[in-house]
């Protein structure tokens, strides 16, 4: 049985794809400019407000923590923060390119607990408790068994808010791209490190993300036996915005490539 919590999650999850996927079909929303390269619609504010809504009837009294709305005031008394993205993969949403999801953890006393990473388009699943394993809808998920870089589909993402760093990237990409079986960019960080969970993709990287943007995943990844980590291997992600995640044997080459 799930617990109360991840159902809480599950529903406002579907909430939000609902909009999302009316709002595809529709089109003609506004978009507005947050800085270069980095857009919302009237969409992410409407997926976000459903999300917010559902979580605050059943738990008034939890943190939030969401890519629009920034974090609650005068939440600190609580251990529970929901960590939100209501539309990852915005750019791609707005263009009609078809990968983007819909991200919410929940963080109990500095720890992941729960995890859903939503995908609207193709109706797919994820979730993950701590300790319960990770599933694809009703499927238990594991990472792959791939042992070793040159054999392995590794999943990255543009540091597109960070521009100085761009060099250090490239530097990255170009090890990676003589390294392993091949790079893939798809554009939406939460459902990437949901792929890695699931096998289609080996391992992960890219730096300069947000927390909401990896929560989700990051807990994906450890409940169905992969490792997360930042640039050296340390627990240190969440904090600093850059991550690596992958099979357990890949993960010690895959950090050795990007050093």
Known sequence: MQHPMLNVAIKAARRAGSIINRASLAGGFEVQTKRANDFVTEIDKAAENAIIDIIRHSYPDHAILAEESGE???????????????????????????????SIALRYRGQLAHAVVYDPLKNELFTASKGRGAYLDDRRVRVTKCAHLRDGLIGTGFPFKELDRLDLYMKQMRTMMTSSAGVRRAGAAALDLAYVACGRIDGFWEMGLSPWDMAAGALLIREAGGLVGGLTGEDDWYETGDIVASTPKLFPQLLEAIK
């Open 72 to 102: 609650d005031t005068g939440a600190e008394k609580t251990e529970y923060t929901w960590v939100i993205d209501p539309l990852d993969g915005t750019t791609n949403f707005i263009h009609g390119f078809p990968q983007y999801c819909v």
